[in-house]
């Protein structure tokens, strides 16, 4: 899905941007995903403004779980798209 993937055994690494409508700039989303699916959320880079946010985030976890808060965060109205160009490492 991601650009950006790492795995190892079962173990997934995935960095995607994120793009918050307005409706859910003050959501716990990403708190309230990673608690249900059980990953690790690291924040790269965010912006939010008063209309929009936008985030690069990588989700850590077992490769289902991944996939799972993945489609978690577009069920909550979050549109997600794979990572592309240079991200800080």
């Known amino acids: 899905m991601a650009a950006f993937e790492y795995r190892q055994g079962d173990k997934m690494?995935?960095?995607i941007k994120l793009t918050f409508p307005?409706?859910?700039i003050k959501e716990p989303v990403i708190y309230?995903?990673?608690k249900k699916c059980d990953v690790i959320p690291n924040?790269?880079?965010a912006r939010v403004t008063e209309t929009i946010g936008e985030m690069?985030?990588?989700i850590d976890g077992e490769e289902d779980?991944?996939?799972l808060a993945?489609?978690?965060l577009r069920e909550a109205g979050v549109d997600v798209e794979?990572?592309?160009g240079d991200i800080i490492q």
């Open 13 to 15: 690494k995935s960095r």
């Open 43 to 45: 924040i790269r880079r």
């Open 70 to 72: 993945i489609e978690g």
């Open 65 to 67: 779980k991944v996939e």
């Open 22 to 24: 307005q409706h859910l």
């Open 56 to 58: 690069i985030l990588e």
């Open 32 to 34: 309230t995903v990673a």
């Open 82 to 84: 794979p990572v592309v």
